[in-house]
């Protein structure tokens, strides 16, 4: 089937032609991300391929619609950035990649929240430039700490075993609470508790209008002071401009984020020649006990084989008129 294949870098051609190998589809590859203006460039593709950054709302949907397309793929576990009443409402599927390596995740949050931590980046460029100085250098033992675990689904409750596996005690904060992370010696707290005690906060609950700011001013403020909150869900789940204040206070005593709200119009691409008109992450980044990195959190071979694949397959299956087992219900 021709798809439109928005958003895509060298490794999404090479891996997404290795599992589209067998089944043949034609794949119309565009760098460009997805909005209402390259919209048009997806003209007599029944099926569209999106990222995390790609805009599918109810005008670029109607575009899509208008011109053939029925099947809307997200690369991505995360859907929030497709408005999936409108595809509903305008007929068009959309399917996700439920389940790949949450592993890619985790063990990404670990080493975001070490590196932070144990200042690791910053040790880095020192010596590069012959500092072996120790100054500034020095963090905390994690072994006997708290750690807060907000969101205790596949991704969550993988990175509360490596927690409690470097001897921390472990708790959790979800809607659905997850029996296996119970098993596991995590215990529940309402979210107020859990940002009392922890020393360490990680977040791993989709985007949803009830998450949106989970961690704001008011949160911030009733965190224990000085912990660490490491993002690698999705940006808007903080309120940057709180924690830029609790930082500046000492409220929070380190952040470590691979997701941040204003993402789009900087992430997955080469800006290092360009003045970035950001004010807000350029904030960010000149902290010395903040590390960004750009969304890569999912980037091992496992993961991103698996999310070619799945969507190779939800494509066939739309194709063939077999079930969608990836498909997103409308909200
Ligand atoms: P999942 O569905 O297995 O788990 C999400 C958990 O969050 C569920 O247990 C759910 O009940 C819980 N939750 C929902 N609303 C909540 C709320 N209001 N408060 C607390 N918990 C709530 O999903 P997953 O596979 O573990 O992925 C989690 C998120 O990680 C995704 O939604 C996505 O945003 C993010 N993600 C990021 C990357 C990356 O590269 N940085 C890659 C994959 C996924």
Do not use: W
Not at 134 to 154: A, E, N, P, Q, S
Request: charged fraction near 20%.
């Amino acid at each position: 089937m021709k798809t439109a294949v928005f958003s895509t870098r060298r490794y999404d051609q090479s891996l997404l032609r290795a599992a589209n190998a067998d089944a043949g589809h034609e794949l119309l590859f565009l760098q460009d991300r997805l909005t209402a203006a390259s919209a048009p460039l997806a003209a007599g593709c029944p099926a569209v391929c999106v990222f995390v950054n790609d805009e599918v709302d109810a005008e670029v949907l109607a575009i899509l619609a208008a011109q053939g397309t029925r099947l809307v793929a997200t690369r991505s576990t995360g859907y929030n950035h497709v408005d999936t009443a409108a595809a509903a409402r305008l007929g068009i599927e959309v399917v996700r990649v439920t389940d790949y390596s949450p592993h890619s995740v985790a063990e990404f949050a670990v080493g975001l929240l070490l590196a932070v931590n144990r200042k690791i980046a910053r040790a880095s460029v020192r010596t590069r430039d012959g500092n072996f100085e120790l100054d500034g250098l020095m963090g905390f033992d994690l072994h006997g700490k708290t750690v807060g675990v907000i969101g205790t689904g596949k991704i969550g409750a993988i990175f509360a075993r490596i927690m409690l596996g470097f001897g921390c005690r472990v708790v959790g904060h979800d809607v659905h609470p997850n029996p296996a992370f119970e098993a596991m010696g995590g215990r529940y707290l309402a979210v107020d508790e859990l940002l009392a005690c922890s020393d360490v906060v990680s977040l791993h609950c989709p985007l949803f209008e009830a998450t949106r700011h989970i961690v704001n001013a008011a949160s911030l403020a009733r965190a224990k002071r000085g912990c660490i909150l490491v993002n690698t869900s999705r940006g808007a789940l903080v309120d940057t401009e709180a924690a830029i204040g609790a930082l500046k206070s000492g409220q929070l005593g380190g952040l470590a984020i691979d997701v941040y709200e204003q993402e789009s119009s900087l992430f997955f691409q080469d800006l290092s020649s360009t003045v970035i008109a950001d004010d807000v992450i350029q904030r960010l980044v000149s902290f010395p006990n903040v590390i960004v990195t750009g969304h890569q959190a999912f980037f091992t071979e496992e993961a991103i084989g698996q999310i070619m694949r799945t969507t190779i397959d939800s494509i066939g299956a739309f194709e063939a008129g077999r079930e969608l087992v990836n498909r997103v219900p409308a909200a």
